[in-house]
């Protein structure tokens, strides 16, 4: 109804904007997308400000709620950075440092550049990183890559893990199963194929990283082109 009511620019945001807490009737809050109301309803939306500065973030932070992981004092790494929307929820969490890596440039949000909790790695190649770019020991690392299986990005980079340390991971379908699999526009619709790449990623983390599945969720969020995505909690 917010995008019906041209409130907001797209279902998207809608969903980003009750995710965060911000979508009231009256005096009552709407917690949940799909939640049905009156069609004449006084629909008020407290904050439009983006709590965010990427859809990324309210991923995340979807999981870490969800999860009950808490962030105070972690050191981090962003793999898959871009914009920031995941850094941008761990330095709010309370992050001590994060490590924004992305092999773009430029893309790193200009306020989340300038804090100097963030340790901003351009230009960067996750699968090549080492001690001396990663000097310290990481008590967590978030990860959202497209057009590469995460599989490719993480397993290089467990070395930097504590033990009891975790990783949040968004799962992208559309880019972990095979070409054969994929619908028509790159877009993955089949629920079998869904789980089937899920099943996957979790024997993944469970026998050759060594993690423990504490958890795989839904994205609050669809991807682009409407892809469906998960969110897995390991820990190590």
């Not at 709010?92 to 909790?117: E, I």
């Not at 490719?152 to 990783?167: A, D, E, H, R, S």
């Not at 799962?171 to 789980?195: R, S, W």
């Amino acid at each position: 109804m917010l995008f019906d009511k041209s409130l907001v620019k797209s279902r998207q945001e809608a969903i980003g904007l009750i995710l965060s807490g911000n979508v009231f009737i009256d005096s009552q809050r709407i917690d949940k997308p799909g939640t049905k109301v009156e069609i004449n309803c006084n629909l008020i939306l407290k904050q439009k400000d983006k709590m965010w500065v990427s859809r990324g973030g309210y991923k995340l932070d979807k999981a870490i709620n969800d999860f009950e992981v808490d962030c105070t004092g972690i050191i981090a790494m962003d793999i898959g950075s871009s914009t920031g929307g995941f850094t941008d929820v761990l330095i709010k969490k309370g992050a001590k440092k994060v490590y924004s890596v992305d092999v773009g440039y430029g893309q790193l949000d200009w306020n989340l550049r300038n804090n100097t909790r963030v340790e901003v790695l351009e230009k960067t190649n996750a699968r090549y990183l080492d001690s001396d770019i990663i000097s310290d020991t990481l008590d967590a690392i978030v990860c959202d890559v497209s057009f590469i299986s995460l599989k490719k990005v993480i397993k290089p980079n467990i070395k930097f893990l504590k033990n009891n340390g975790w990783i949040i991971s968004l799962i992208k379908p559309q880019f972990e199963i095979g070409k054969d699999l994929l619908g028509k526009g790159g877009v993955v619709k089949n629920a079998e194929h869904h789980q089937m790449v899920v099943d996957d990623i979790r024997v993944f983390f469970e026998n050759e990283i060594d993690l423990s599945i504490k958890g795989i969720i839904d994205s609050p969020i669809l991807g682009p082109k409407g892809n469906k995505e998960f969110l897995i909690y390991g820990q190590k």
